[in-house]
């Protein structure tokens, strides 16, 4: 029996590997040239304006929450793999190279959402998009630091963990407000 979780995990996962691919189309891998500290900072000013979406009536550039959500799930994705690769100055990868990329690191999220989904007894249906985002932010902060302290932690986990769990909750949020608008 399929878990409807996982169909709408997928079918939000969809919709941003669409757009991951349209935009390579248009612009090619040129994020590859991205530091992780400037992923990271894309990646915050998207949740501050999700944030100050959800406190402001009057939005003078008229798109919402969801689009944002979306950049946040395909910037964890490149994130990823920028983890997973030397960095370097130039485009060092092809269209069909990092579409595979990309869809390694969304499989692995997928994974580790099943399993902690399971452990957690989707309690993330009781949040609140609004804690969602601030969750999101917070983990922000968190890896922000680690980058500060040159990927050093103690007893936290690293910033992978981190860019895993936004790309997670994430999708979480675009689940919620699908489901607002039903």
């Not at 349209?22 to 501050?48: E, H």
């Not at 579409?99 to 309690?123: P, R």
């Not at 990927?151 to 979480?172: P, Q, R």
Request: aromatic share 10%.
């Amino acid at each position: 029996m399929q878990n409807p979780t996982f169909d709408q995990f997928s079918s939000v996962l969809t919709e941003c590997r669409n757009l991951f691919i349209d935009k390579l189309k248009d612009y090619g891998a040129t994020w590859r040239v991205f530091r992780l500290p400037s992923i990271t900072d894309q990646m915050y000013i998207k949740a501050k304006r999700i944030i100050s979406l959800q406190n402001n009536e009057v939005h003078l550039i008229d798109e919402g929450e969801y689009p944002e959500f979306i950049a946040l799930v395909n910037y964890s994705a490149i994130a990823l793999i920028q983890c997973s690769k030397t960095p370097t100055t130039s485009i060092d990868i092809n269209f069909d190279e990092a579409v595979k990329l990309y869809d390694q690191h969304i499989q692995e999220a997928f994974e580790l959402m099943k399993k902690k989904n399971h452990d957690y007894g989707e309690a993330w249906r009781n949040m609140r998009v609004s804690s969602i985002a601030d969750l999101i932010l917070v983990k922000l902060l968190r890896i922000k630091q680690i980058e500060d302290n040159n990927g050093n932690t103690i007893v936290s986990e690293g910033a992978v963990g981190n860019y895993h769990d936004i790309l997670n909750y994430s999708v979480f949020a675009m689940i919620l407000l699908n489901e607002e608008k039903k």
